[in-house]
């Protein structure tokens, strides 16, 4: 084990292990119930890859206490399963337990005799792992907590349903975007998803028809940050195995078809306190509250090193460009499809319950536990500051000439991986909220994807990246 493997108290003592195997118990008996034999155990390493390992139910309980062994060199391991090194995590050796989140454990509805348990990762000595993603996002959550607020949050899931034909994206749909016909052409396959999302406890509210071609979209309810990121990896996944049965694959990728709309991964995001939404009922622009403002404020001027994080792939960069609804401009808007940072307010008489930030430029390739805790992490940073929004920005700033666009302080994001990288690696912020060993895998992975692909064709990048989240 290396030194800072050591650090932080131990977390699971001995009792607490006893108590999760006790409380498993009850789980087993549960998933028994609903026919299930065997339960895959899930993480989100740096790339985005949802890794997992399964144990048989009559195992469960021996990893709920113990845990299951796995090497931490998964935290740098690139898209194509390359692996690159980091400072502090890399190489052969160490290993680490991946212990079920007893609360999130769910049968999966479209793989019969199957659950899934997302995890959190411990040192063999009971300690929190310092790489581990899901801690993290908990650990900002509770610094939430620790100032009296809690966050809303939910991710937008979008992606391309089809076949691939000697390496062409065939789409499952020819009906136009947004498309009733769309609808009709795949009601049985629309309609199982909605199921078999709803039967694992999901709160769907809407499914439909995206812009591109093959292109779907379903949206689920808010909820505490590290649920949404479950969420968000539990619903990709059942999507996955719905199309798997229609004789489908699926594609979450940033980019399906080089030069088309691609998927997005919108996070939804809203801050309260003592059961009052902080974007809503303030004296600011659209209600917001001064420390409304200055949570958003925060996440806005972090933009350019947040996008590592959202957009942390380089087909993400294939994706990220102007007037495709993307957001690709650092700047904010009410209702503004075209800014990186909508206002969503919600309609008259129940803004209070549904005003939100929109975070347009993040994509499905994003670890969506980096995600909710790096823009807790910077929000939360913006609070002391006090800092405002600056001017508004309606209508697409693509449409602004350069001069324009200096004059009114419109930036366009990081154009590629290396330069997002480049931000992320000065960013003082989500270094302190990461921890030195998570920040610097994050960072090596970013930089060995865009050494990776460097001077790879776009239609190449897309490629080989098509089915790989
Ligand atoms: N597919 C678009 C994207 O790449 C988003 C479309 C929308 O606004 O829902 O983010
Ligand atoms: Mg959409």
Request: with cysteine; charged share 20%; aromatic share 8%.
């Amino acid at each position: 084990m290396t030194a800072w493997m050591a650090e932080g108290p131990i977390a699971l003592s001995a009792e607490d292990r006893i108590g999760a195997m006790v409380q498993a118990d009850e789980v087993v008996v549960r998933l028994g119930d609903a026919g299930v034999s065997m339960v895959a155990l899930c993480w989100v390493d740096n790339a985005g890859v949802t890794r997992a390992k399964a144990v048989p139910l009559s195992r469960f309980d021996r990893a709920a206490g113990w845990g299951v062994g796995m090497s931490p060199v998964f935290d740098v391991f690139l898209i194509d399963d390359s692996i690159t090194a980091s400072r502090y995590i890399g190489g052969p050796g160490g290993d680490l337990r991946l212990v079920p989140d007893l609360h999130r454990v769910v049968p999966l509805t479209a793989q019969p005799g199957w659950a899934f348990a997302p995890v959190d990762r411990y040192t063999q000595e009971g300690r929190h792992y310092l790489g581990c993603q899901r801690n993290f996002a908990r650990r900002m959550a509770d610094r939430a907590a620790g100032l009296g607020l809690q966050a809303q949050v939910s991710f937008e899931i979008e992606w391309a349903v089809g076949t691939e034909d000697e390496g062409t994206f065939v789409p499952a749909c020819q009906g136009p975007a947004y498309g009733m016909a769309r609808v009709v052409e795949l009601s049985d396959y629309g309609r199982e998803i909605v199921f078999a999302l709803e039967r694992e406890g999901i709160a769907v509210e809407q499914f439909h028809p995206e812009y591109a071609d093959g292109q779907m979209e379903v949206s689920v309810a808010p909820t505490d940050p590290v649920g949404a990121a479950d969420d968000s990896v539990l619903v990709r996944q059942t999507i996955r195995a719905v199309s798997q049965q229609f004789g489908y694959q699926v594609s979450f990728a940033p980019s399906v078809v080089a030069g088309y709309v691609g998927n997005g991964g919108h996070v939804h995001l809203s801050l309260w306190r003592e059961g009052k939404n902080l974007l809503s009922g303030g004296p600011g622009r659209y209600g917001l509250t001064a420390d409304g403002e200055a949570f958003a404020a925060g996440i806005l001027s972090e933009l350019p090193a947040l996008i590592a994080i959202g957009a942390p792939s380089v087909a993400s960069y294939v994706r990220l460009v102007p007037s495709h609804w993307a957001g690709v401009y650092q700047c904010w808007g009410r209702e503004n499809r075209e800014a990186a940072l909508r206002l969503v307010t919600g309609s008259s008489g129940e803004q209070d319950l549904r005003a939100n930030l929109e975070i347009k430029c993040f994509d499905l390739a994003a670890n969506p536990y980096l995600v909710v805790g790096s823009l807790l992490a910077t929000g939360l940073a913006g609070l002391p500051v006090g800092g405002s929004l600056p001017d508004e920005i309606s209508g697409d700033p693509a449409d602004l000439a350069e001069d324009e666009l200096a004059e009114r302080g419109i930036v366009r994001l990081p154009l590629s991986l290396g330069e997002a990288a480049d931000a992320f690696a000065a960013n003082e912020v989500l270094r302190e909220a990461m921890g030195d060993p998570l920040f610097e895998a994050v960072l090596a992975v970013r930089r060995g994807e865009a050494e990776l692909f460097a001077g790879v064709s776009h239609d190449e990048v897309v490629a080989r990246t098509r089915w790989r989240w």
